[in-house]
């Protein structure tokens, strides 16, 4: 269990799983995933997803609770990791809509920014946004991370072509932000 200022990181649990269903069914949620065909999610595909988790150690994956009721507001979690070379790809949803723009998901970010740079020594975080996401891109700048490169017109979603942005953040940098 990771504790931020509104965010509390902790284990994920089968019975989270209806309700991240119900959220990645959610066009106006998943359109910000998955640069892939959207697909339909059921309960039988996120519980594949869960027990994989369990023994995948190349990543680490958090449910996020919302402070101060603990209510499951989404998850994030560090994926590929690569101890060589100490880094690994960031990536986070907030399904609760009630909790969008409210700061919960820059605190998100920010917690498991720590669990990545103290706790797995990491020195470089990186992640994808599109370019239709601002409220995500203020959100991981704010936690320090600096716009490394675009992906030019690399995703297709709602009829255009959108921009990838790639982002990063060095455990230099996380210091100091």
Not at 103 to 121: M, S
Not at 124 to 130: D, F, M, S, T
């Amino acid at each position: 269990m990771w504790l931020g200022e509104k965010v509390e990181l902790a284990a994920i649990k089968r019975e989270y799983l209806p309700r991240y269903v119900e959220w990645l069914n959610d066009w106006e949620v998943a359109r910000y995933l998955m640069p892939g065909m959207p697909q339909v999610m059921t309960l039988e595909s996120e519980t594949e997803w869960f027990d994989a988790r369990q023994k995948d150690k190349s990543s680490f994956v958090f449910a996020i609770l919302g402070l101060p009721e603990k209510n499951l507001i989404g998850n994030c979690g560090l994926h590929n990791l690569d101890l060589k070379n100490r880094c690994a790809v960031f990536g986070i949803f907030i399904g609760d809509k009630n909790y969008w723009s409210k700061g919960y998901g820059t605190d998100a970010t920010r917690t498991l920014l720590r669990f990545a740079f103290e706790q797995l020594g990491l020195n470089r975080v990186e992640l994808e946004v599109y370019d239709y996401n601002p409220r995500a891109m203020r959100a991981y700048e704010k936690a320090g991370f600096r716009r490394d490169g675009t992906r030019r017109q690399a995703l297709f979603r709602d009829g255009d072509f959108h921009d990838i942005h790639l982002m990063g953040i060095l455990r230099e940098e996380w210091k100091t932000s």
